[in-house]
């Protein structure tokens, strides 16, 4: 029987791998071109998308990884139903409690390494995540500036716009600024171009305008204030990063608190290796395919059951961050009944199949 062990779970590994690949290649392949599009409108540069992606991995891997065991589990025992494999296996004495033991090979490192993931791993690299951000958003405007395209700050009341920036991305060409200022006066400012400039004195950075207009005057009024000029200094605003408090996904798991939040978050945290693990006995328990009816036969139903236990979980944590369901009650209710219907699924798979 160790022969069959190590072959069935030298496919289901060969499987599970692929499968998160493919999942994860269609989770980040959204996100990542969520975060280009921000650094287009100059949230962040550019450069650092692909170490956000990075920081973000722990987050994306424990929720994929519960899936693709699922389907991986369901795929490999599929096939050895339809191929009356399973019948010689049982000949031998394989039982459903005995195939529940070889795959658990797999699917407990599985749930160990979630387990890593959700306790560990995400909240430090959700820390790590939001010091790099909070590093970025620190960063002076002219950093972040793209060009040919329009950059909005202070809630609408500043915009900075160049047509064209040279290589290097030191020197902005045709450059457009417009500032409502808190006396209501509207201050629009051309130049030929624009560069960076720090003051060796205070530290303080600025952009360096050369040649060009500033216009000021209030909306509605008929007066305008026209300036020429050769040089202009123009003061750039930055971001002091690292926020106060933390969020609750960033805090260690030991250093979660009793409110509403903390609670929804470690019950969630606790939760996801316990959903791997219900997860994996539901995909032994609904496997089995009638001959000839291919390994793909249970796959729909199937991830339509793990959808309903995921956002189930989703809504009941959800429930307890709002105050709507006690914290002592948790995600439990949620993983009882799905262990239910594991444990019945286990049961009718291990009958004899009808003829």
Known sequence: MSVAMR??????????VVTLLMLLLVALGGRF????????MGKFTGAT??????????EFLQQVAPFSMYVA???????????????????????TFKLLQWVSVTMLAVVAGVAVLALVVTPMSERALTSFVAQQQAQTEFETLNAGTFHVYDHGRRITYSQAMSDDRKILYDVFLSQRLDSGVQVNIWAQQASQYRDPESGSQYLLL????????????????????????????????????????????????????????????????????????????????????????????????????????????????????????GLWLVHLVFAGIAGWLLARVAKPVAT
């Open 7 to 16: 072959y069935v779970n030298r496919e289901l590994l060969a499987i599970f």
């Open 33 to 40: 071109i969520g975060y280009l599009q921000e650094a287009a």
């Open 73 to 95: 589990i369901i795929l490999t025992l599929g096939r050895l139903h339809a191929e009356q494999e399973m019948v010689v296996l049982q000949g031998a004495g394989a039982s």
């Open 210 to 329: 050369t040649n060009g207009h500033r216009y000021e005057g209030r909306p509605g009024s008929p007066e305008l204030r026209v300036m020429a000029f050769t040089e202009l200094r123009q003061r750039l605003s930055s971001v002091d990063a690292l926020p106060d408090r933390l969020a609750v996904e960033a805090l260690p798991t030991g250093e979660l608190g009793d409110d509403a939040q903390s609670r929804a978050q470690w019950h969630w945290r606790w939760g996801l290796p316990l959903f791997a693990l219900i997860g994996g006995c539901i995909a032994v328990g609904i496997s089995r395919v009638k001959p000839r009816q291919g390994r793909f036969g249970r796959i729909v139903p199937g991830t339509l059951l793990m959808l309903i236990y995921f956002l189930a979980l989703l809504v009941n944590q959800n429930a307890i961050a709002e105050g709507h369901v006690p914290a002592y009650l």
């Open 49 to 58: 998308v692909l170490t956000i992606m990075g920081l973000r991995m722990p």
